[in-house]
């Protein structure tokens, strides 16, 4: 490894397990006079995911790189924790201001954005940050994470790759436990709404299906984005009746578009967590039966980092094929999985992420990597859906590439189930 010069002999391990570092963070804050302290959700993002994905490169080497840089980079009384592949916690405890953690948040970013090599191969991260600082928002360390891990999302949009937050993103997620009552309410209410968006066949050119995309609009509040969401269902237990509920609000719909003559296939995105749930091909078999919609025409989104290296996950997707539904793999590419591992999944389907997709056009790389997803996809018996087509050139080179089906602005954004038939009989 180069790129780095780490003084590993003589370096503090500050690595925590994952519980120990929530408990470090509760003492910190419970210990009198402490001064500031920041809690920085990393984001590690790998630009060359070929490497990985072919194998070339272990996760574990790029993860024994990293941890190297912040033992060395972090002060004694400092302390992190992976909290994936790809997520690293860190809490800095007894800053003199809060300048101090976003001081910590450059030195870091700055670090790592070294390109360094591994093997032959050289690695290069696109690291990002998001920050919460205590005592300013509060004395909750469950909170304080919630805040810095949604302010890690901001800062992936970010320029300057780290982001602290702040009032103003305070507005979005309002008080998060009213949040969570608002949210309750709504789902017993049958508040909340799902619209579609169309998925186009690339060859006919024709709408073949749609993703069920939740929407809602809390009292008062501006629309609260569907991430947000199902990261407050998962903190107070309505993860399960929330996704219960779009996956019958989408049966329910698949049912009335066929009635209208809209014969088409739904996706609906299951949050990873839900494969837990021993009775989860009872729920969806009982929903299928309800509306009467056949198990073929729908499929199930999994983001692919929840699969990995889970056997009881990848036992739970089996027993939902048996059910004759499809999988499919969402925001392929974002994740760490090796393509070899692609061939465990029982999945049909392969969604290459909005990410790589974006920048087709400008980016050799990034073409090339869709070329190969989509190639070792096809080898797999696979059918690849991309995300995020918002121009015509890049429907182009995606034909080109031999995509298979494409969902994007280009074509119309998610659409509310009446809006969507006007849609389809316009196209089709
Ligand atoms: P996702 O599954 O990757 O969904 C695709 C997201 O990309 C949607 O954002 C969609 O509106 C957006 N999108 C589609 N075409 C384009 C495009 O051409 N350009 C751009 N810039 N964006 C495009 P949305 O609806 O905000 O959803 C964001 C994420 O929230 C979803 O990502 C999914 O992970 C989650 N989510 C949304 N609805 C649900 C749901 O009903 N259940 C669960 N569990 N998660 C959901
Ligand atoms: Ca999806
Ligand atoms: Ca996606």
């Not at 700055?110 to 090599?117: A, N, V």
């Not at 009881?312 to 793999?329: D, K």
């Not at 995300?387 to 494409?406: A, I, R, S």
């Amino acid at each position: 490894m180069t790129g780095h010069s780490p003084h590993s002999a003589t370096a503090v391990r500050h690595q925590l397990p994952h519980d120990q570092l929530v408990d470090f963070l509760h003492h910190e804050i419970g210990k009198a006079g402490t001064g500031a302290i920041a809690v920085l959700i990393l984001e590690l993002r790998l630009a060359n995911r070929m490497d990985v994905l072919t194998g070339s490169i272990s996760m574990q080497a790029i993860k024994g790189y990293t941890d190297q840089c912040l033992d060395n980079l972090l002060r004694v009384a400092d302390r992190y924790t992976n909290f994936s592949g790809e997520q690293v916690c860190l809490v800095l405890p007894g800053l003199a201001n809060k300048d101090q953690g976003e001081l910590a948040a450059i030195k870091i970013i700055s670090e790592l954005q070294k390109p360094f090599t591994i093997g032959e191969y050289r690695v290069i991260l696109r690291p990002h940050i998001g920050i919460a600082n205590f005592p300013e928002l509060g004395h909750d360390a469950g909170k304080l994470l919630m805040y810095a891990d949604i302010a890690s999302r901001i800062a992936a949009t970010d320029e300057q790759g780290y982001h602290v937050y702040g009032l103003d993103d305070h507005v979005e997620t309002g008080s998060y436990s009213d949040l969570a009552i608002e949210l309750d309410k709504a789902i017993k209410t049958n508040d909340l709404r799902v619209n579609y968006q169309p998925q186009i066949d690339v060859k006919t050119g024709r709408c073949v299906s749609a993703e069920a995309l939740v929407r809602w609009t809390a009292p008062g509040q501006r629309e609260i984005s569907p991430g947000i969401l199902v990261n407050i269902a998962e903190s107070s237990g309505l993860l399960n009746p929330l996704t219960l509920m779009i996956l019958n609000t989408a049966l329910r719909h698949t049912a009335a578009f066929s009635a209208a003559g809209v014969d088409i296939g739904m996706s609906v995105n299951l949050p990873p967590r839900m494969l837990a749930d021993e009775e989860l091909p009872q729920i969806v078999q009982q929903s299928l039966d309800i509306w009467g919609v056949p198990a073929g025409n729908l499929t199930l989104e999994i983001t692919e980092g929840s699969i990995i290296n889970n056997s009881s996950s990848l036992a739970m997707l089996s027993r939902l094929r048996e059910l004759g539904i499809s999988l499919a793999i969402d925001d392929f590419g974002t994740g760490y999985s090796s393509l070899a591992y692609l061939k465990q999944f029982p999945a049909q389907e392969l969604k290459i992420d909005i990410i790589f997709v974006r920048n087709i056009h400008k980016s050799r790389g990034d073409r090339q990597l869709v070329r190969s997803i989509i190639d070792l996809a096809h080898n797999f018996d696979m059918i690849t859906v991309a995300e995020g087509v918002e121009d015509q050139k890049t429907y182009d080179l995606l034909q080109d590439l031999g995509c298979d089906v494409v969902q994007g602005f280009l074509f119309s954004r998610a659409l509310t189930d009446t809006d969507f038939i006007d849609w389809y009989r316009q196209r089709n």
